[in-house]
């Protein structure tokens, strides 16, 4: 059975939230690809259509768009997600990045909000019960 934490974003306000999905909401996301839109019900938003922006695997591997597939492998990459070289431009390094879909390896899923509700988003997330800080 699949759980992810996601991370909702809004464009307009720029606040970000944290909810996490079980069950048949999380089945929802599986084999869905970075830049697919789901329907927010699944994220407890309803009237909302949300759009996958990446994420990351259970071992802190992010995400890649132009990466095909739900695989870990390790890129020659020059910049972008996953690497951003310091020294000088162009250097390239090998590193081990996620593919573009959502498979049940996957921890966390990042969304942004591609059309809204007539609710704002805070209000949604305000009624659930606060989780504990360490």
Do not use: C, W
């Amino acid at each position: 059975m699949a759980n992810f934490k996601l991370v909702i974003n809004d464009p307009s306000t720029g606040k970000s939230y944290n909810f996490e999905v079980t069950g048949h909401h999380a089945q929802s996301f599986l084999s869905k690809k970075i830049g697919d839109q789901i329907d927010g019900i699944n994220a407890n938003l309803p009237g909302y259509k949300l759009q996958i922006t990446g994420g990351s695997d259970k071992a802190g591997f992010p995400m890649r768009a132009d990466f095909e597939g739900s695989a870990r492998r390790r890129l020659l990459l020059t910049e972008g997600t996953g690497y951003h070289p310091k020294d000088y431009p162009g250097k390239r390094k090998r590193v081990s990045v996620r593919g573009n879909r959502v498979s049940n390896d996957i921890l966390q899923v990042n969304l942004k909000v591609a059309k809204a509700g007539s609710k704002p988003v805070g209000d949604h997330f305000s009624a659930l019960p606060a989780q504990d800080k360490k």
